[in-house]
C-alpha cells in the first residue's frame, strides 16, 4: 500500500506564525501599481522579523498609498487619518502606548504637499516610528497631477510640462532629526526588504522613501518615476544588509569595505562600499551627497544616514514604558495635598 502523499506544514517564524498571518485584504489598487510590491514586502519584512501582529498600528493619510495599510497584517490595529494628517494621529498612539510598534505609510502627495506641515514637525522630534512614503510623483487617486515631489522637467500623459523644483524627503528628514534615513525602489525586491528590516530593529524615526511607479498616470516615456527610467537609473549608494538579533550567523566581511551598525535591539545593518566612498553616518555629507545627486539628475537609493544611539522623543519627556492609557488614576491624579501646594504657589 503507497503512503498517503501529506502536505507540508507551513514554515512559521521564530514567535511561531507564518506568513498567512501577515497577510491583508485583496488589493483594490491597479495591477501592477508598486504601492502593492511595498505591501508584499512589508508582510515578508514582519513575518521575518516576527513583528507580533497584535502590536502593530498601521496609520495612513489619504490617497492610494494610504489605502495600502488594508492589504498587509490584518490583524494590526489600523487608523486612516485625513489628507497629511496622519504625523498627529501617529504621535498621539505614540505617546499614549509605547508598547505598540507604529508604521505609518502615505504618499507623496499626502506628505510633501498637503501634508509637509506635519510632515516636518514629526521629523525632528525622533518618535520611535516607521514613516513610508510610496513615492510616485503624482496624485495617482486624483488622476495623475504633479505632486511636490516630481522632478523639473517630467512630462504628464497630456504633455504638461512640470517647472518647480522637486523637494527631496530624504534630505528634508536627515536635515530635520529623523535617525534612519533611505531610499528605495518597489521593484528591488532585496534592498526594500533589508531596509524594512533595519527599520524594524530601529528606536527612533524611520523615513523611507520608496519610489514607487503609478501604472495608470506616470509609467511614460518623459517620466522620472516610471519602472524603465528607475532601472536604467536606479544608484544605490551601498549594498545593503541585515542580520537580525535573533540569527546569530557570523558572516565574514572585510572590514575596509563593509561598515557594521548596531541597531537598537542588537540586529546589524552592514553597508558594504560600491564606487563611491560613502559613510552614512555623516550627516553633513548625506546632505551633500543628496545635493549633489539632486544636480546631477541622479536617483540615489540606500540609506542615507543612520544614528541608532540619538534620545528619543519619549527619552527627551522622560515619558514612562508603561501605557498612559492603563495608567490607574492614583498615579495620574495629583493628590488634594499637591494641588493645594501648586495652589499656595500662585497667590
Ligand atoms: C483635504 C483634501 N484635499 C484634497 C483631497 C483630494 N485628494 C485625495 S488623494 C489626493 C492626492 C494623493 O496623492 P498621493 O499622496 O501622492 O497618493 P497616491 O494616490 O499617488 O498614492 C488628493 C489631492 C482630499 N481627499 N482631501
Ligand atoms: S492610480 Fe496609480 S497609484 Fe493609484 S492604484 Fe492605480 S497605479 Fe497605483
Ligand atoms: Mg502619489
Known sequence: MSATPTTPAPKTNHIGLTVIDYRGNKTTLCAGCGHNAISERIIDAAYEMGVQPENLVKLSGIGCSSKSPAYFVNRAHGFNAV????????????????????????????????????????????????????????????????????????????????????????????????????????????????????????RGTVMIDVVSPCVTFNDHEGSTKSYKYLKDHDEPVQEVGFVPSFEHIDIDYDPGTTASVRMYDGSELRLRKLDRDYDATDKVGALTTLAEAHEKGETLTGVFYVDPQAPTFMDLLRLTDEPLARLPESVVRPTRQALDEIMENLR
Do not use: W
Request: glycine share 12%; charged share 15%; hydrophobic share 45%.
Open 83 to 202: 489628507h497629511g494628517r496622519m504625523p498627529s494621529v501617529a504621535s498621539g498612539v505614540a505617546l499614549a502606548n509605547q508598547r505598540v510598534m507604529l508604521l505609518g505609510v502615505s504618499g507623496d502627495g499626502d506628505t510633501a504637499s498637503i501634508g509637509i506641515g506635519q510632515f516636518v514637525h514629526l521629523m525632528r522630534r525622533n518618535l520611535p516610528l516607521i514613516y513610508i512614503i510610496e513615492d510616485n510623483g503624482v496624485y495617482g487617486l486624483t488622476k495623475g497631477q504633479f505632486s511636490a515631489t516630481a522632478d523639473v522637467g517630467a512630462k504628464l500623459k497630456t504633455g504638461v510640462i512640470n517647472d518647480l523644483p522637486p523637494i527631496d524627503t530624504c534630505a528634508l528628514a536627515v536635515q530635520l532629526g529623523a535617525t534612519l534615513v533611505a531610499r528605495s525602489f518597489s521593484g528591488d525586491k532585496r534592498q526594500l526588504l533589508t531596509l524594512l528590516k533595519a527599520a524594524i530593529a530601529h
